[in-house]
């Protein structure tokens, strides 16, 4: 059984700043893609960014300059570093782990609030 554990989600002021961590019970690594996806009320779900172990992060155009996804497969996690918020970023983040033939799990998601 895999499983994700999102943390990190809170209530900020627009300009500041939030790191989400994603805690996998698995390696995330050996060709793993980590995303992030973020639904704010009344919205599609939208993927904010990916990594994998053998390319580079990248990133959705609403976040790109703002948001870093890093791993620590030392520590089977993920992060999110999210600056300069808006209130637009508003959300429940959800982190998704997925590979070929591992299969395609999510976490609970964590709710990000950004007040104006």
């Known amino acids: 059984q895999v499983h994700l554990v999102e943390s990190g989600g809170g209530l900020v002021q627009a300009g500041g700043s939030l790191r989400l961590s994603c805690a996998a019970s698995v390696s995330i690594s050996n060709n793993k893609v980590m995303s992030w996806f973020r639904q704010a009320p009344g919205k599609q779900p939208e993927l904010v960014a990916s990594?994998?172990?053998?390319?580079?992060?990248t990133y959705s155009d609403s976040v790109k300059g703002r948001f870093t996804i890093s791993t620590d497969n030392a520590k089977n996690t993920g992060y999110l570093q999210m600056n300069r918020l808006k209130p637009e970023d508003t959300a429940v983040y959800y982190c998704?782990?997925?590979?070929?033939?591992?299969?395609?799990?999510w976490g609970q998601g964590t709710q990000v609030v950004v007040s104006s």
């Open positions: 998704n782990l997925r590979g070929l033939s591992f299969g395609d799990f």
């Open positions: 990594i994998t172990s053998a390319g580079g992060p």
